[in-house]
């Protein structure tokens, strides 16, 4: 049941993404009167569809992608005098400039479409994490890290991250995966004085980016309670704020998962606050998973606390922009980091992944599965700009040549870059659906 749930809000989510996408490409060929034969959603023979004016409006049979046929869109119809090229409202008849237009349209459509489902979220609920906007201290050190070696300790307030003075957390941690495998300054305040350190984030192949193995300091408040497990058992609710273990102060969820690694199952006094009043419980943790991945829970979903505001419609939009923003700056970096063997690509998730992740968002809410869509349009949007053959970004650059040559590259060039652009692509989805399958398998 769940795998069909997961098809069909994968279905939905990447169907309106391609929708926008190839519309894109659709209103900026009309605009510079292309004419436009086909707008297809899907690949592949077409199963059924409808005719409007010169284009025929179909559904195909591979339903992950899609796209706009324009009449003389093909490198080919070049050397046909009497074909498509010839004719004033084909593609290759139009100035270079409205050709670059027409591919950055539909990678635009998915910008816009993020920058658009963010702001009407944070309109609807807005989720502001309690501190997040002040000063980054570090709430967790894991043993033996990078940041443990450095002499982090928890309660550090971070002065400076590399360039950036009196960072947010947020600040810090999109500064901390940009600079994997690079060594970086960091300013600390411990107390009245300042210490200076320099910290190499390590690639962390779980995740696939760098890290220092430090986490914020933040309040640790519940989102949910398993019926079936301790936490249930004992009154614990949704909201409550866990405050100490055993006594000692909580600064952060990873502390807490930490010190239940440490005392290996052994019943935990937990203090925590409802509605301000102090309350105390003792819990057994239940142990999950084998060897190095055991882990000890107390039925509960942990989270920083938040508070859940309506932002006025220019805030919200311009929260949008700032999140899209970072959101974009972190993508690149992150390929940057690919290219340059710093940072793993198993981080790259593929249908079989990206299906999971929208059935899990669907089924926490609508606010889940809206934030999702925004983040996959923007990656969307990202990956169709790559300048790699075949793809829009591949489109514009070859274009981009083209007006400093001012001439036209070559039909036998233009053949082989598209053909080395579609071996790249089919090695990539190959790639990607094998880095989903492996992540589905046991060890």
Do not use: C
Not at 157 to 178: G, L, N, Y
Request: glycine share 10%.
């Amino acid at each position: 049941m769940v795998f069909f749930q997961n098809v069909w809000w994968v279905l939905v989510l990447l169907g309106i993404m391609i929708l926008i996408h190839e519309l894109g490409h659709y209103w900026a060929a009309r605009y510079f009167d292309v004419r436009v034969e086909a707008f297809s959603f899907g690949f592949g023979p077409r199963l059924f569809g409808f005719r409007r004016g010169e284009t025929d409006f179909r559904v195909s049979l591979i339903l992950f992608g899609g796209y706009v046929k324009m009449t003389g869109e093909q490198a080919a119809d070049e050397d046909s005098p009497d074909g498509a090229a010839a004719d004033p409202r084909s593609f290759l008849a139009k100035p270079r400039w409205q050709r670059m237009i027409i591919a950055f349209a539909g990678p635009a459509m998915n910008i816009l479409l993020a920058l658009v489902l963010l702001t009407g979220l944070f309109v609807y609920r807005y989720p502001k994490i309690v501190g997040a906007d002040g000063p980054a201290v570090v709430g967790f050190v894991a043993k033996d890290s990078v940041a443990a070696k450095a002499g982090v300790l928890p309660g550090d307030r971070i002065a400076r991250f590399d360039d950036i003075a009196d960072p947010t957390w947020e600040d810090v941690t999109i500064a901390e995966v940009a600079a994997t495998n690079r060594p970086v300054p960091v300013v600390l305040v411990r107390g009245s004085g300042q210490v200076i350190v320099t910290v190499t984030p390590a690639l962390d192949e779980q995740i696939g980016v760098g890290s220092l193995g430090w986490a914020a300091q933040h309040e640790i408040q519940l989102g949910g309670v398993s019926p079936d497990m301790e936490a249930a058992r004992v009154g614990l609710r949704a909201g409550d704020l866990l405050v100490a273990l055993d006594g000692v102060a909580l600064r952060s969820t990873q502390m807490l998962l930490s010190l239940l690694k440490e005392g290996q199952g052994t019943p935990v006094d937990l203090t925590y606050s409802r509605n301000g009043e102090i309350r105390k419980a003792q819990v057994t943790p239940r142990a999950v998973g084998e060897g190095d991945a055991k882990r000890y829970m107390l039925g509960v979903q942990l989270s920083p606390r938040v508070t859940f505001v309506s932002l006025p419609f220019a805030e919200a939009l311009r929260e949008s922009a700032r999140q899209n923003y970072r959101s974009a700056g972190l993508i690149v970096q992150f390929l940057r980091g690919m290219v340059e063997r710093r940072m793993s690509p198993k981080n790259l998730e593929g249908p079989v992944g990206i299906a999971r992740l929208s059935g899990d968002a669907a089924r926490e809410g609508l606010a889940s599965f809206v934030g999702l869509m925004a983040a996959v349009s923007l990656n969307l949007a990202i990956f169709n700009l790559l300048p790699i053959p075949i793809l829009d970004g591949g489109t514009i650059l070859m274009l981009a040549i083209e007006i400093i040559m001012r001439r036209d590259l070559s039909l036998q060039v233009k053949e082989t870059v598209f053909k080395l652009g579609f071996v790249f692509l089919i090695m990539l989805v190959v790639f990607v659906l094998y880095n989903d399958i492996s992540k589905l398998l046991p060890g």
